[in-house]
């Protein structure tokens, strides 16, 4: 498939964040905030005037460019500037690159010889050794571990992972966070996906990675299919503060007595906004982290 770049200055804060949820609903799989511009990819089979009006129906003072000349092979793009990153127990490349990746399962370390994985991500816990390998194909479905919000999303998922779990992913994406999730022992995964390319995707990744059999794959709303899930005992929400907050209630309800939630995309200055949205129904932090400017946290419910 073939993509277009779009990119859109706002100056608004609140703006920018509606924006970005407008992108996600006209048909982009992921967006990224650099300062006051938001960057993000289309297939082509999106028209771009579909993408002009829903951002000039959040803001008539944003300014869209739908870069309409230059399509990009997101694979040819991605292949070379993606590498292997550790986090914990888990490692993550991309097909390309899993002789590097076995080679760093084989060593326990992040040192591979020949400087093979020189893309590899350093992280305070190099001391533990990684012990399984997630392969994921980059594309425009949000999670390769190059992220922020998928570093620390992983890092606290191992932390509250219990064998045997059974959690839902909202947002999957490429389904790694669920990939990662039967690695560790969950007994079930449900991965939910709205963008029915990065479902496809994340279907995919899963069979690639021999756990298609514990994960899950559904494309649609999480809030129409999360209660069909339920009782799951962890929840992961790699997604927009505005959305979680919108799930906070669908999320409490579908988690079983001291279930978890762990939620991530969510910028470090909205962390007070997001809580006092879970606060009412007695959510509790477990632990949280700021990496790069984003705020993640392991939430945990009454037992």
């Known amino acids: ?11 608004d804060a609140a703006h920018r964040r509606q924006i970005g949820e407008a992108l996600i609903g006209a048909g982009a799989s992921s967006v990224l905030e650099e300062g006051d511009a938001l960057l993000t990819l289309f297939p082509d089979t999106v028209p771009r005037e579909l993408v002009r009006r829903a951002v000039r129906r959040v803001s008539i003072t944003a300014v869209c460019t739908c870069d309409a000349s230059r399509e990009v092979d997101v694979q040819a793009t991605l292949h070379g500037t993606v590498g292997v990153h550790r986090e914990g127990r888990i490692a993550i490349a991309p097909p390309w690159l899993v002789h590097e990746a076995q080679a760093i399962l084989a060593n326990g370390c992040l040192d591979v010889p020949g400087g093979a994985a020189s893309g590899t991500t350093p992280n305070e816990h190099e001391h533990t050794t990684a012990r399984h390998l997630v392969l994921i194909e980059p594309g425009m479905a949000f999670g390769t571990g190059e992220h ?124 007070e906004e997001v809580l006092a949205a879970f606060a009412p129904r007695g959510w509790n932090v477990v632990e949280e982290t700021v990496d790069e400017g984003w705020w993640s946290a392991r939430l945990a419910v009454p037992c």
């Open 148 to 271: 922020a919000t998928t570093r620390a999303a992983l890092r606290l998922l191992e932390h509250a992972l219990h064998p045997g779990d059974v959690v839902a992913d909202l947002g999957a994406g490429s389904a790694v966070l669920s990939i990662a999730a039967a690695m560790l022992g969950a007994r079930q995964v449900v991965a939910i996906e709205m963008d029915e390319h990065a479902a496809a995707e994340g279907e995919r990744n899963a069979q690639r990675n021999g756990v298609d059999d514990r994960v899950t794959v559904l494309c649609g709303d999480a809030a129409a299919l999360l209660p069909l899930v339920a009782p799951v005992r962890l929840v992961v929400a790699n997604i927009l503060s505005t959305v979680v907050i919108a799930l906070e209630e669908l999320m409490r309800d579908a988690l079983q007595p001291g279930g978890e939630a762990i939620i991530s995309g969510v910028l470090a200055a909205e962390r």
């Open 1 to 11: 498939m073939r993509w277009w770049p779009v990119t859109v200055r706002a100056s």
